[in-house]
């Protein structure tokens, strides 16, 4: 995806953008009935009783005033109980909810289309023909209400719960994951050391790359007859003296500023391009449920079954056949030894002491052993002693650590079989 392409998405998931498209159709639909008013037969509104519509804008527009501000409240609770009970990290994927923003628009854009109907009908500018057709619009728009209120409803019962939040992480990480995964080294070819010759492009912000144009990377190259070789991925904290990319042409010094503008440098990570963020919330979220203050294991044993589903989208054969989209791009592939740092470190620290944890997660390494290629084996029965390790030092009773450890060697053996298969 482009750069503006990728910003674009990133308004359109804001929920003001939502809200005031909502808002300007809402006021063009109540102003519409004065251009379709010399269309309307003229004896129609005695037989629908259309004069009736003042005193139903009036009720729209009172009661959907209060109605969007009992629904800003709800939210704002929703966002504030995913930053204590889950992660602060997670709150901006409730934020951008779908859902949410649909029914906070709708009811934003009832309230102005009837106050904008109502000074319409104040000032004379609808005659009876034209009452008409706000009437019917009118009715729509109660419809409308009717339905994203059951909807409503039906989504606060979910609205910032733990597992809820944890859904949205999953599927925000397994999206990132799969494009991850079907594009590998970014659409590029594997990575080669930089040339003694070529330039370094750095950055003069701080703070994590959220986004890499490939595409415009690429088409600099071309036109320049250019090798590119990142640096960096996604995610990655970058700062004036580490470099982002490197540049092998000639009159590389000129594209170094077009290079630069191809990254996308804010001050917190994405979850977009960036699996490995994605991985670390879901992780995060299980170290919050183990704490004492919480104390939910039951939370962790969900994440680790998480984990496994989001490690599967990688486990896949890579298809050696699909020709490599950027071949003057060279890009460095995710690695699985950050993927299962990132997800089960933290894991097996903070749920060392509950045998219970502890058990799930060597039956999710064991799971990753078989369904996966020889570094997820390699993988699995690393964390597999290391959370034994945890484990020997945090457990009080030796049949627990029997039990972990019976597993753990049914990990090890497992490796060692992945390992000797061809």
Not at 27 to 33: D, F, H, M, Q
Not at 103 to 111: P, Y
Not at 332 to 345: G, I, K, V
């Amino acid at each position: 995806m482009s750069k503006w392409l990728w910003l674009l998405s990133r308004i359109l998931r804001r929920t003001w953008f939502r809200a005031t498209m909502f808002s300007l159709l809402a006021a063009a639909t109540a102003l519409i009935a004065i251009v379709v008013e010399p269309y309307i037969p003229r004896d129609l509104p005695t037989k629908i009783g259309a004069d009736a519509v003042d005193n139903i804008l009036g009720i729209i527009a009172s009661s959907m005033l209060a109605v969007t501000t009992f629904s800003l409240s709800t939210m704002v609770s929703a966002y504030s109980a995913a930053t204590s009970n889950v992660t602060p990290r997670a709150t901006t994927l409730i934020m951008e909810d779908s859902t949410t923003q649909n029914v906070l628009s709708t009811f934003l854009g009832s309230f102005l289309f009837s106050l904008v109907g109502i000074i319409a009908l104040s000032t004379g500018a609808y005659g009876e023909a034209g009452r008409v057709v706000l009437f019917a619009v009118t009715i729509l728009v109660i419809a409308l209400i009717v339905v994203t209120l059951l909807r409503w409803i039906d989504h606060l019962s979910r609205l910032g719960r733990v597992t809820e939040t944890t859904a949205r992480v999953e599927a925000a990480a397994a999206k990132a994951m799969r494009l991850r995964f079907e594009t590998p080294h970014l659409g590029g070819r594997a990575p080669i050391d930089p040339p003694a010759s070529s330039t370094a492009v750095c950055s003069e912000r701080i703070g994590y790359v959220q986004h890499i144009d490939v595409g415009a990377l690429s088409d600099l190259a071309d036109a320049n007859e250019a090798r590119i070789i990142l640096a960096v991925s996604p995610g990655a904290f970058v700062d004036p003296s580490r470099p982002l990319a490197w540049i092998d042409a000639e009159g590389a010094c000129d594209l170094a500023d077009p290079v630069e503008g191809c990254f996308t440098i804010e001050d917190t990570r994405s979850f977009d391009q960036d699996p490995r963020f994605g991985a670390a919330v879901l992780a995060e979220i299980a170290s919050r449920a183990l704490s004492p203050a919480i104390n939910d294991p039951g939370t962790a044993i969900d994440v680790i079954g998480r984990a496994v589903r989001l490690l599967a989208i990688a486990a896949g054969p890579t298809d050696e056949t699909k020709a490599i989209a950027y071949p003057r791009l060279f890009a460095a592939d995710m690695s699985p030894d950050d993927l299962f740092d990132d997800l089960f470190n933290p894991i097996a620290r903070d749920g060392a002491a509950i045998v219970e944890v502890g058990m799930r997660l060597q039956k999710a390494l064991l799971s990753l052993c078989q369904l996966g290629p020889p570094a997820f084996a390699r993988n699995a029965a690393r964390h597999s002693r290391l959370a034994l390790k945890r484990a020997d030092a945090a457990l009080a009773l030796d049949e627990d650590r029997a039990i972990l450890r019976e597993l753990g060697e049914a990990v090890a053996r497992a490796a060692i079989e992945r390992h000797n298969r061809p």
